[in-house]
């Protein structure tokens, strides 16, 4: 999971639609789509993802569902990202199968420690930085914090929380193979403007 992975997030997208605003973030160079929404109603949103697929596929951009394992073999996303209070990750791998990316936030040491042994294919560490996009995290792990983790994991690791053009260079530095931004692309004025700023950094 190397690059720039845009994190959606309809409200902060408003009034501009989810799809629009992955349409300009992946033409300024996003390497990965998380489709993340806590209200959508079920339908609604296995047919934000069928669109969001239906477009990202043909451009070999990696598709993951947050949190809805039903909602990505339904749709035959590429992948899936769990926390620690949703689905563990053996059963995500069980339902989803071998080929299928599974993301997993860790938020504490022993998430980390753990997760040595589980089957994810990257860490979301969670988070970097805190962020008012997010709230119900833990200690935001900080530079310190993620260098350690890169020193400890064979996993790779995606890193999200405060992520913009100031935060990124020393996020990369410390050891993140990606990076993972909500507001960054989906606040900003010109998302392809602003994926093509951070797709550099990355
Ligand atoms: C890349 C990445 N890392 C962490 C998270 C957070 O996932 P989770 O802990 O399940 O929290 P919610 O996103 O479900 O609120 C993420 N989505 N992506
Ligand atoms: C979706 C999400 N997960 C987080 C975590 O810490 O697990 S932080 C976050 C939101 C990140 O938003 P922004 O890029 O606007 O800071
Ligand atoms: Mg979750």
Not at 68 to 84: F, K, M, N, P, T
Request: charged share 20%; net charge negative; hydrophobic share 45%.
């Amino acid at each position: 999971m190397k690059g720039l992975c845009l994190v959606t997030d309809r409200a902060l997208c408003a009034p501009r639609t989810v799809e629009e605003v992955v349409r300009l973030a992946v033409q300024g160079g996003a390497t990965s789509v998380q489709l993340r929404d806590k209200d959508l109603p079920t339908r609604a949103f296995l047919e934000t993802a069928e669109r969001l697929h239906a477009f990202l596929r043909p451009r070999g951009v990696p598709l993951i569902i947050n949190d809805r394992v039903d909602i990505a073999l339904a749709v035959g996303a590429e992948g899936i990202h769990v926390g620690q209070d949703d689905l563990p990750p053996e059963v995500v791998r069980r339902l989803a199968g071998p080929g299928v990316l599974v993301g997993l936030s860790v938020e504490t040491w022993e998430d980390v420690v753990r997760a040595q042994d589980q089957p994810v294919d990257y860490l979301g560490v969670s988070p970097v930085y805190g962020t008012p996009t997010k709230t119900d995290t833990k200690g935001a792990w900080g530079l310190d914090g993620l260098a350690r983790i890169r020193a400890f994991s064979r996993h790779p690791l995606v890193a999200i929380g405060g992520l913009h053009a100031g935060t990124i260079p020393g996020v990369v530095q410390a050891g993140a193979d990606g990076i993972a931004v909500v507001s960054a692309l989906c606040a900003a004025p010109d998302p392809e403007r602003a994926a093509r700023e951070l797709a550099a950094l990355c």
